[in-house]
């Protein structure tokens, strides 16, 4: 999962020297993005352990981050919030300040969303523990 690791560094190291002014908000939303992602992975990922299900989740926002389509974007996600039955995040909103603020957090949702593809075989309730771990470090 080390290519993940740097897939976010890179994330943040562009949000600091790239970003417009308020860096210390857009690196928290990078990081909430992550965590969103990585969440609702989670959620995904439950009993019947669909991959398929979050490949093409993926493949629908890679889209709408390439085109730059913010409405899309949020539609696919509250969508599969919804099919999940839970709340979606509150940070999701925030992603219509602009469009580097979308596709920061965008990115970095995508980023979470995928984090965890090698562990298939692991406890969920662990690998939930590890990642708590590597965000509150990070």
């Excluded at 994330?11 to 210390?24: A, N, R, S």
């Amino acid at each position: 999962n080390q290519q993940v690791g740097y897939i976010k560094n890179l994330i943040e190291i562009q949000v600091l020297y790239f970003g417009k002014g308020e860096g210390k908000m857009e690196q928290d939303l990078v990081k909430n993005g992550y965590r969103d992602g990585f969440f609702l992975r989670q959620k995904m990922m439950g009993p019947d352990r669909n991959e398929n299900k979050l490949k093409g989740l993926s493949f629908k926002l890679v889209n709408s981050l390439k085109s730059k389509d913010q409405f899309s974007f949020i539609d696919t996600v509250l969508r599969q919030y919804l099919s999940e039955g839970s709340a979606a995040p509150k940070n999701l909103i925030s992603v219509f300040s602009d469009e580097d603020t979308f596709l920061n957090y965008g990115y970095s949702f995508l980023t979470g969303l995928n984090s965890y593809n090698s562990a298939e075989g692991s406890d969920e309730k662990n690998d939930a523990k590890v990642k708590e771990e590597e965000m509150t470090n990070a």
